[in-house]
């Protein structure tokens, strides 16, 4: 089990503290309005703007998110297991005050028989199928903003613990799909330039937060850099540049990927729509990576969304391989919402990885049901025909404002040597507030 050095969290201690400092004394100087707080959240501003900063910091709003999992895992060559887990969130936002605004939450992680199941090697439990939702208690995000207008530009800065996503998550996601989400020790900088339709950020990352609570994080020397513009009847075209340094826990994770992407929509007319899109990468070893490598991605999926029916859709990607000696990765994506529901390839095998499938999202189903079902046919880059097929299926319902449940069911065949055949079923109940 990895332990934490112990200059990591004094460092992000200081680091935070220092960009707070930095954040409360410009806030003294700069004018901006108020933002309107979350409707499903405890606000006690009363619809008031905050008089000065205590108030701000005395009158903001309390976030709450509580979600029940019972998950059933069946990975063959192991043990079956059943999480029946319990995560809590509570969170507190400040008022924004002369563009200045901040937030923490706490979460904690509690299973109700955690010898019923692996968590990820955890909890000593190795024989049992892996179901990555270890117990614990953190400091799940800390953050300051300051946004202010600058000759017509917007921009903000973002020190501290937070979540990043960027478009899809396809590269850089907060895997909300765990119990334990995925958080950056960052500090960010977005902009406009001053142009409608326009994004720009750029994050800086020293410690990655990842799903199995602080005893597998990994320290970081990283540079995130996202560029995004709506292109009039087209969609949002985007181009990113992602320098992943981390040479002290996880160097064969360390790469830089270069790429654009495009998504959008056209409406054909009142009954149909035509929902698409695509992306290109290329990537490369970086800082101590051992292994001399490059690989390229793509990926295109193209849909039709028909009134009162659903949508029918189909895609292609690819994850390629460099002569099958080492793939195409993407260690800080959401890695759950790509290449099917039962999470064989969350890290991609050295022969790469090709994904065809079809899916199908009906509309108007009874009782306010929301769904979805998936067919993948899954073969490597270079040398494997298949590694295998996978259903997926997904049912949501939300029962109120602050009440929602769900199920999902994967089932993953294979005849491939090193690889299993493998299930997996979820129930959720989420309260949030």
Not at 283 to 293: R, S
Not at 297 to 306: Q, T
């Amino acid at each position: 089990m990895k332990q934490k050095t112990a200059s990591s969290r004094p460092h992000f201690a200081r680091t935070t503290s220092a960009c707070l400092a930095t954040l409360l004394t410009a806030a003294a100087t700069a004018q901006t309005a108020p933002s309107p707080a979350s409707d499903n959240s405890l606000d006690f501003s009363n619809g008031q703007a905050p008089s000065d900063f205590f108030d701000a910091l005395a009158s903001g709003t309390v976030k709450g998110n509580i979600r029940f999992r019972s998950e059933f895992a069946d990975v063959r060559g192991f043990e079956d297991s059943w999480a029946n887990t319990v995560r809590t969130r509570l969170g507190y936002e400040t008022q924004e005050w002369q563009g200045f605004k901040a937030y923490v939450e706490l979460e904690d992680i509690r299973a109700m028989d955690d010898d019923r199941y692996n968590a990820a090697g955890l909890n000593g439990q190795p024989s049992r199928s892996v179901i990555a939702d270890p117990e614990d208690t953190e400091l799940n995000q800390l953050w300051a903003s300051y946004s202010v207008p600058v000759d017509g530009v917007k921009l903000t800065l973002k020190p501290g613990r937070q979540v990043i996503a960027f478009d899809d998550q396809r590269f850089v996601g907060h895997v909300g799909w765990r119990q334990d989400n995925q958080t950056f020790d960052a500090a960010s900088v977005m902009t406009d330039l001053g142009l409608d339709g326009l994004a720009v950020q750029y994050s800086y990352l020293w410690q990655i937060n990842r799903i199995f609570g602080e005893f597998r994080d990994w320290d970081s020397d990283s540079h995130l850099l996202n560029v995004s513009y709506d292109v009039n009847g087209l969609g949002k075209l985007t181009g990113f540049a992602y320098l992943l340094d981390f040479s002290g826990d996880s160097p064969a994770n360390s790469s830089q990927t270069y790429g654009v992407r495009l998504a959008g929509k056209k409406q054909i007319d009142e009954t149909f729509t035509l929902p698409y899109q695509a992306s290109v990468a290329f990537q490369e070893d970086y800082a101590d990576n051992p292994v001399d490598y490059d690989a390229i991605y793509y990926m295109v999926d193209a849909g039709l969304a028909v009134k009162d029916i659903g949508t029918f859709g189909a895609g292609y990607e690819v994850l390629g391989s460099d002569d099958g000696n080492f793939a195409f990765r993407t260690p800080l994506a959401t890695g759950h919402k790509f290449n099917g529901f039962a999470d064989v390839f969350l890290v991609t095998p050295n022969d790469g990885l090709e994904d065809v499938y079809v899916y199908f999202a009906p509309a108007n189903l009874p009782w306010g049901l929301k769904g979805k079902v998936a067919y993948h046919w899954f073969s490597g880059n270079e040398d494997i025909a298949s590694y295998g097929q996978e259903i997926d299926a997904v049912l949501t319902k939300k029962i109120n404002d602050n009440l929602s449940v769900g199920a999902k069911y994967a089932y993953f065949m294979t005849d491939e040597p090193g690889f299993a055949e493998r299930t997996r079923i979820t129930f959720d109940l989420t309260l949030s507030f």
